[in-house]
């Protein structure tokens, strides 16, 4: 195994201690550290590894959420809402992917940035089933008290993150270069399964979804800035640059409310413009060397 790929296991391993030293607020966080992680990862594999500029990201989001929001309301448990939302996804962008994986660059981004729109308006319309404008109440899946709910949704979470990168580690170890359209479809449906997992944990944990809310672009976006600043193509750099992205967002918005998007973003385009290649550009081996010759 790659030293990359073993360090993103321990980061993911001491991250799993965060409920012995933390409280339901410290939990909140790790539980959307642990999201953005998985959307990061799971963009990756088609915008970092196979070189696509998707975003369907939100479109499979939203998808997940509304697919879990429903079965839970018609009676059936989290996990069989969330593996149902998850294999419907996987299959749904595998189908998608054998047309949509044809096209290329700007081409490719215009049509995957379309899904999202379309799968929005179906649900805006599908009043009866998912409540149409008015949002979707979900009933409640885990524990009573405040704490017993926020530590059920970050280990909820973190498995699914733990999963995806196990994913990702094994799709670039075994599809990188290979071609097929049967194998670009296959992992794009990977890249949408997860996402579409996160979603469905997503709308149990705030139980309210409203097509505003899970289909939102920024789920497309957000994604694409978290690898950059981590670095392409790597996935300890995905899931570094989400977890920095999310201390951003967190430390600017309670310092910055009314201005907080416009001064995240000036962080964000300088950290891009200081390390273009991502955190992983970082070489902590050569900080090493010279401080042994100091």
Known sequence: MKRANLALLIVLACLAALPLVGGAYALRLGTMACMYAILALSWNVVGGLAGYPSFATAAFFGFGAYATGVLLNAGLPLTMSILAALVGSFVLAGLLGTVLLRLRGHYFAIASLSLVGVLRELVNNATDLTGGGMGLNIPLASGSSILADATFFFYAMW????????????????????????????????????????????????????????????????????????????????????????????????????????????????????????????????????????
């Open 159 to 294: 498995g699914l993150l733990l999963a995806t990168a196990l994913m990702v580690i094994i799709v670039s170890a075994n599809m990188i270069g290979l071609n097929a359209t049967l194998y670009k479809s296959i992992a794009f449906g990977l890249s949408a399964c997860f996402v579409a997992a996160a979603g469905g944990l997503y709308a149990a944990w705030v139980h309210y979804i409203d097509p505003s809310d899970v289909f939102d672009i920024l789920y497309s976006v957000k994604p694409i800035v978290m690898t950059l600043m981590g670095g392409l193509g790597s996935p300890l750099g995905a899931v570094c640059g989400a977890f920095l992205y999310l201390v951003l967002e967190e430390v600017v918005w309670r310092n910055y409310i009314q201005v907080h998007s416009g001064v995240l973003g000036v962080l964000i385009v300088a950290l891009l413009l200081l390390l273009p290649h991502g955190l992983i550009s970082l070489r902590f081996r050569k900080l090493w060397r010279k401080a042994k010759h100091v």
